[in-house]
């Protein structure tokens, strides 16, 4: 309840039930799928592809792009195919 808080409510202005719900949602979606957890050496609780070998991880050389989640308040990154 705190991250959830911390990282995202206290940043975002609420308009109304359907709009927290769409918050917390895509919230929720980027914790588990996409955010590093240190707990778990930072891995994701859910990872949305098959896991990477350590040369996968390493590979320095593929292009980075942005993607912006709830409006720009936070920001994920994807290597480009």
Do not use: F, K
Request: aromatic share 6%; charged share 20%.
């Amino acid at each position: 309840m705190r991250t959830v808080r911390a990282e995202c409510l206290d940043w975002t202005l609420i308009w109304n039930r359907h709009h927290l719900q769409r918050v917390l949602t895509t919230y929720l979606r980027h914790y588990n799928t996409a955010r590093p957890h240190r707990g778990i050496n930072l891995a994701v609780p859910v990872p949305v592809s098959a896991p990477q070998s350590a040369a996968e991880r390493t590979d320095l050389t593929g292009h980075i792009q942005p993607a912006d989640v709830l409006d720009g308040l936070i920001h994920e990154y994807h290597r480009a195919a």
